[in-house]
């Protein structure tokens, strides 16, 4: 249960382009989805929060008009990374809440993450 | 603000040996600790939390508040408990922050 799904797992990407990745809670609805990033040997570092139907709420020194969050229903976010630069390459990792039911409400179920490579 | 400190990147220890994963934080409010593990090739899942006081795959962990601490510990390692281990603070929003981690290998 609290299945978390990433799509896609990873992908590479010319300077430049833009790339969105999914997340998905497969069996509950999620309330609220974090996305992280997390570069080679470090820790997992949070980049925004988005609540379903209302805006993402960024970190500091988060750019939010590169990173374009979504949460139109309660079972996906999208993030999309605008105008990619080598700079961007790094593991994207989501989690996701629910408010109740099945699962335990504070806790963060994450996805497997997606390697983004941008050339 | 809120910071996790795990001091040891890389713990070593031998099948049948105790482990204590380090662990320390700072936080203005009052804390709730996790730790979360990964094991190779899988996603982050969590192991236990503080307020849970529960015993996960034998693992422990204890929030002492007078040394600002939340050390995971288990008193016999297996091999099966070579994973990454991150210890969070979450703060206000449900928002969580991680320690750097901890590469834990048991070896036989």
């Known amino acids: 249960g609290a299945v978390v799904s990433q799509h896609p797992s990873w992908v590479i990407c010319k300077s430049g382009t833009s790339v969105k990745i999914e997340c998905r809670s497969l069996d509950f609805q999620a309330t609220t989805m974090f996305w992280y990033r997390q570069f080679p040997k470090q820790s997992l570092m949070l980049m925004a929060t988005?609540?379903?139907?209302?805006?993402?709420?960024?970190e500091q020194g988060v750019e939010k008009d590169k990173f374009l969050i979504n949460h139109a229903s309660l079972t996906l976010s999208t993030l999309t990374v605008t105008s990619a630069h080598p700079e961007d390459s790094s593991f994207y990792i989501c989690?996701?809440?629910?408010?109740?039911?099945?699962?335990?409400?504070?806790?963060?179920?994450f996805g497997p993450g997606t390697r983004l490579t941008v050339l | 603000a809120q910071r996790v400190t795990q001091p040891e990147k890389l713990l070593s220890v031998f099948k049948g040996a105790p482990v204590e994963l380090k662990c320390n934080y700072s936080y203005s409010g009052s804390p709730e600790l996790f730790w979360y593990v990964q094991y190779s090739r899988q996603r982050l899942q969590l192991l236990l939390r503080h307020i849970s006081r529960e015993s996960i795959k034998g693992f422990t962990a204890d929030l002492n508040k007078g040394e600002t601490s939340f050390h995971l510990k288990k008193p016999f390692a297996q091999e099966e408990d070579s994973a990454m281990y991150y210890c969070a603070l979450k703060g206000g929003g449900n928002k969580l922050t991680f320690g750097t981690g901890t590469q834990l290998k048991v070896e036989l």
């Open positions: 988005s609540n379903e139907g209302s805006k993402a709420t960024y």
């Open positions: 989690s996701a809440t629910t408010s109740g039911g099945a699962f335990r409400p504070d806790t963060q179920y």
